[in-house]
């Protein structure tokens, strides 16, 4: 059963509280930290739920799907993320149907957005670097080298298509990493990056249901939540 839009609203309450108390311990109160709903999997019903309940951001993990639900609700009534791994051949359809491209984890990627763009004459999406912040060889992204992350922002800004900043997932239980640690590495390269390009690189989205206080603690402007919204994703057909 897909939940309601008071039972979303009620979740936000608790996620939005939790995030009140992790930015006080951090002692950066007033900084704002955005929800985003992961609706992988999850209906159109339920992202009318989440824009209803007050979520002003959506993110999808595959393009198809959520080109899907982007024209069934209409472009504008939400601002909507890939959020996703994105093939060469999603691009075109990235670029139309989505706000911004939050997984841009290889260059091949990159350039191919700036040639669509290029040759649609439209306005660019919003676009974060993947940094794969915990090493995990499961996990997409950029490795977290700053040489290598400062040659990519320069050449993307010189395509016309300068990154808001970046996205890192958190590591697997087991990993040998701490969440913290990792989120807190995606905020010094930030920090660093932010100096050597001039770029201002605003956007941390880090921190998913498990981990979002953490990333809170450590920089984060958006979060990722899915299930702590929602409950558990409803199955694949």
Known sequence: MEPCTEYVRERLTLARSEIDEALVESGHADRTVRVMAVTKTHPVSTVQ????????????????????????????????????????????????????????????????????????????????????????????????DPATLEKTLL?????????????????????????????????ELRDTLRAATGLKLEELSMGMSDDFREAVLEGATTVRLGRYLFGERAPRN
């Open 49 to 144: 739920a989440a824009i209803q309940a007050g979520i002003g951001l959506i993110g999808e993990n595959r393009v198809s799907e959520g080109g899907r639900k982007v024209a069934l609700l209409g472009r504008e009534a939400a601002e909507f993320h890939m959020i996703g791994p994105l093939h060469t051949g999603e691009v075109r359809q990235a670029v139309r149907d989505f706000h911004s491209l939050d997984s841009v984890d290889r260059m091949k990627i990159a350039s191919e957005i700036a040639r669509r763009v290029g040759n649609s004459g439209g306005t660019a999406p919003g676009l974060l670097l993947e940094v794969n912040t915990s090493g995990e060889s499961s996990k997409h992204g950029f490795p977290p």
């Open 155 to 187: 050449e993307l800004a010189g395509m016309g298509i300068p990154p808001d900043g970046f996205l890192t997932v958190g590591p697997l239980p087991g990993a040998g990493v701490s969440p913290r640690s990792a989120f807190g590495l995606l905020r």
